[in-house]
């Protein structure tokens, strides 16, 4: 609230308003900065106006006090009572029930004379410029001011015989003046974001200026369409705890009774932007199961849920889902499925259910996919959204780098909700590569504990900083059996009833694990002895003795090894229980036989040696490794009897 101390007050004649006083000194300026409540830190400015409103370049700086909005400056002297007020700050989103994102800016005109109070709202924000223009055509700032606001009431079908002027004014406080501001307030915020409100004040500030009517249909179709969504109950109960919270007992105005005075009576026409009969599409990691939930979310421009919510299900094994009679007032929507699929590298359904996300403007789609890529990016998106990118641009640039980290670049991309892995094509063959490499052989909390963490470690900069996570990618890609994978799509499919086209996935898993630069450590164990004695595949070790000893390996999964054994010194128990190998027959002309891995985990297989002392040649054996279906030996080495 405004308060001060009159020092020194002398009258001067004024052309335009003979009531101007002069020489006011203040011991302290205070009020409220209003849309919700602006926030700590807010800088405001009370500068000086001439009586035609020109600044006299006197200004007193300061800032919000607190998460009130309050702020106070001391010891203001002027020599004209016109002033101008400028806050520009974050703010408390009584729509949203959340701080603002960005900040807005506030401005408030008003002469000093005889008040106790001066907030700043959007009220008195959107009278600035038609007073500016009334005074320049010779109106008395009084009458500007009173001009000013009637006709921002009539706009917003709210008038009234008096009204309390727009500085004045307190969301706080009963009456139906400040109802009638809370009223104007929330319908100009509606689900915009900063930047569209802030757009909108100033096109209807310039639209009124010289008439104080408001003739784009376009702006009062904007001004509908957020009064018809908003929640007003919500609202209130947003408002109450707020102020609950910063320790202050308020009285919200009766402002519910304005916002529905205005959607009865205006002339300015409910747009709906979109108005489907249906959406439908298909949610994939493989294809998703008959059961499985999904809602449709609509969105505001900044990424808030407006609270309309379309639930359905899918209907088939295929994936698909459809949503009928689809009505939004934003083109924003948010796709969520929860539940169990096929999973393409295991060849089964999922024990457990997977969370998806899709964001999307609908704008010209009727058709939409949930899959893994639109999972990832939706944090990305909403980081850059508030830091004032726009839907198209932060969904381009979300997509490009999570590309780059599956070194999968690409100029051109189809949107990632467009995607379908059914369809040939390298856009929908990198969605599939991408799929499977984070699936791997991990279980369903494994792979969402995955998708989580990419999605956290991306959100602020676009890139995978976690070489941990790199290398669980790596480690997945180099596991998978890219040929099996095929099959088991394409008899999936074939299983119900449909022709599908897996498109080329495999060049891009290939491509990723030829240029990635994440390091892969899901390796093959040899340790130094297992159940049988010391280990042959002990690659630190050549020389040993007659005896027994272990062929022993662990394989982490997607994991496989084949070994082979030539020479004329060994041999093996033929019935061995639960080895997790299996052998070939002897090869007679190197002495050799090919032992198998059946299984991952713990192999351990028992080979016996034996020493000739009639030949130094027949006590050397040739052990060939072959890891995960190296067609030449990934190592090798000669053992040597002593």
């Known amino acids: ?212 009517v408001l003739n784009s249909q376009t702006l009062g179709s904007a001004l509908i369409n957020n009064a018809k969504t908003i929640k007003l109950d919500k609202i209130r109960q947003n408002l109450e705890a707020r102020y609950e919270i910063l320790g202050l007992v308020v009285t919200i105005p009766d402002f519910e009774k304005y916002v529905s005075q205005f959607i009865a009576n205006t002339d300015f026409k409910f747009t709906k932007m979109i108005e489907l009969a249906k959406v439908s599409g298909y949610v994939q990691k493989g294809p998703f199961l008959n059961g499985t939930t999904i809602t449709i979310s609509e969105l505001s421009a900044d990424l808030i849920p407006t609270g309309k919510n379309y639930p359905s299900q899918i209907l088939d094994n295929k994936g698909t889902f459809e949503v009928k009679n689809v009505e939004l007032t934003s083109q924003f929507v948010e796709l969520k499925a929860d539940g169990f699929y096929f999973n393409e590298v295991s060849n089964s359904n999922s024990t457990a259910q997977l969370t998806l996300f899709a964001l999307s403007d609908l704008t010209n789609k009727a058709s939409l996919n949930v899959n893994v890529l639109s999972t990832l990016e939706k944090g990305r998106v909403e980081y850059l959204l508030s830091k004032g990118s726009t839907f198209s641009d932060a969904k381009k640039k979300a997509q490009s780098e999570i590309l780059t980290i599956f070194e999968m670049g690409k100029s051109a ?127 630190t070790k050549t020389v040993y003795s007659a005896g027994n000893y272990s062929m022993k390996a662990v394989l982490p999964e997607g994991n496989s090894l084949k070994v082979k054994i030539s020479g004329r010194n060994w041999f093996f128990p033929a019935f061995q229980d639960n080895t997790g190998w299996e052998f070939s027959d002897f090869n007679f002309s190197d002495n050799s036989r090919v032992f198998t891995s059946t299984r991952t985990g713990e192999i351990d297989f028992k080979i016996m040696f034996e020493s000739f002392q009639d030949s130094a040649s027949t006590n050397k054996t040739k052990i060939f490794v072959f890891e995960n279906g190296d067609i030449e030996a990934t190592w090798e080495k000669v053992i040597t009897m002593n």
């Open 1 to 212: 609230m405004l308060q001060f101390v009159v020092l020194i007050l002398f009258t001067v004649s004024c052309a335009k308003d003979k009531d101007i006083k002069t020489g006011l000194s203040l011991a302290k300026v205070s009020g409220y900065v209003q849309k919700g409540p602006f926030l700590n830190g807010t800088a405001i400015t009370i500068s000086e106006l001439s009586a035609d409103l020109v600044p006299t370049g006197k200004n007193y700086p300061s800032q919000i006090l607190d998460n009130k909005g309050t702020f106070e400056v001391k010891n203001v002297e002027l020599t004209s009572q016109f002033v101008e007020l400028k806050a520009d700050g974050f703010y408390f989103n009584e729509v949203s029930n959340n701080n603002s994102t960005a900040q807005l800016t506030l401005f408030a005109l008003s002469g000093l004379t005889n008040k106790a109070s001066l907030n700043v709202n959007v009220l008195s924000t959107l009278e600035k410029g038609r007073v500016e223009y009334l005074i320049s055509n010779g109106s008395t700032f009084s009458d500007a001011k009173k001009k000013a606001q009637s006709e921002i009431l009539t706009i917003f079908e709210m008038g009234k015989s008096t009204m309390t002027e727009s500085e004045l004014l307190d969301i706080t406080k009963s009456g139906d003046d400040n109802a009638i501001l809370l009223a104007i307030s929330v319908i100009l915020q509606g689900y915009s974001t900063v930047s569209d409100l802030s757009e909108l004040l100033a096109n209807i500030s310039t639209d009124i200026r010289e008439d104080g």
């Open 413 to 539: 991309m189809t949107e990632s909700e467009l995607l379908d892995i059914t369809q040939s094509g390298d856009d929908n063959a990198i969605l599939l590569a991408i799929s499977v490499i984070l699936q791997g052989y991990s279980t369903v909390s494994d792979l969402s504990e995955l998708l989580a963490n990419i999605s956290t470690d991306i959100r602020e900069d676009g890139v995978l900083n976690s070489q941990t996570l790199g290398s669980a990618l790596i480690n997945n890609a180099k596991a998978i059996k890219l040929d099996q994978i095929r099959k088991n799509l394409e008899a999936r499919y074939e299983t119900l009833g449909l022709t599908v086209t897996i498109p080329d996935f495999e060049k891009y898993v290939s491509q990723f694990i030829a240029n990635t630069d994440f390091k892969f450590t899901n390796l093959i164990e040899y340790p130094t002895s297992g159940k049988n004695g010391l280990n042959i595949l002990d690659q």
